[in-house]
């Protein structure tokens, strides 16, 4: 086994992404540091590094505890990693998503004019109105 890995590889490996793409994308994107420094995807990496990963609002943080090349299994990537991920940061994938959508009954058809006018005032509320007036026309 050799002493280095690429970072992309290695995070596609580990089932960090889900395609080498991906990872590569996200070295790309300054989404993927090695001992806080911005990695690019040909960066190569050893036993004991921290790697620290940005998907969406979540930082993932990983301790290389072996070097792989290929692909394994869910239930073996503990072997080759350690999951240093604070509990604070994991909890955010748990967190409700905040969506603006107004819920409908299905089949219940277009709004009313009564109730359009009551989703625009939520969305004035917001500070989603539109940029025109209707009236400028």
């Known amino acids: 086994m050799a002493d280095t890995a690429r970072i992309d590889k290695f995070l596609w490996a580990i089932r960090a992404f889900k395609t080498r793409t991906e990872a590569t994308d996200a070295c790309k994107g300054n989404k993927v540091r ?3 420094v911005p990695a ?3 960066r190569l990496i050893k036993v004991g590094d921290t790697i620290e990963v940005r ?3 979540i930082q993932f ?3 290389v505890k ?3 090349e290929n692909r394994v299994g869910a239930k073996l990537v503990p072997e080759y990693v350690d999951n240093l991920t604070p509990q ?3 909890d955010k994938m748990r967190a409700p998503v905040e969506t603006f959508f ?4 299905r089949g219940a058809g277009r709004p009313t004019k009564k109730e359009r006018r009551e989703i625009d005032a939520v969305w004035d509320g917001l500070g989603m109105s ?3 007036d209707e009236d400028d026309d």
């Open 34 to 36: 090695v001992g806080g």
């Open 40 to 42: 690019k995807p040909s």
């Open 55 to 57: 998907k969406g609002a």
């Open 61 to 63: 943080t990983y301790l």
């Open 66 to 68: 072996a070097l792989i």
């Open 88 to 90: 604070s940061e994991l």
């Open 102 to 105: 107004v819920t409908r009954d």
């Open 130 to 132: 539109e940029d025109y």
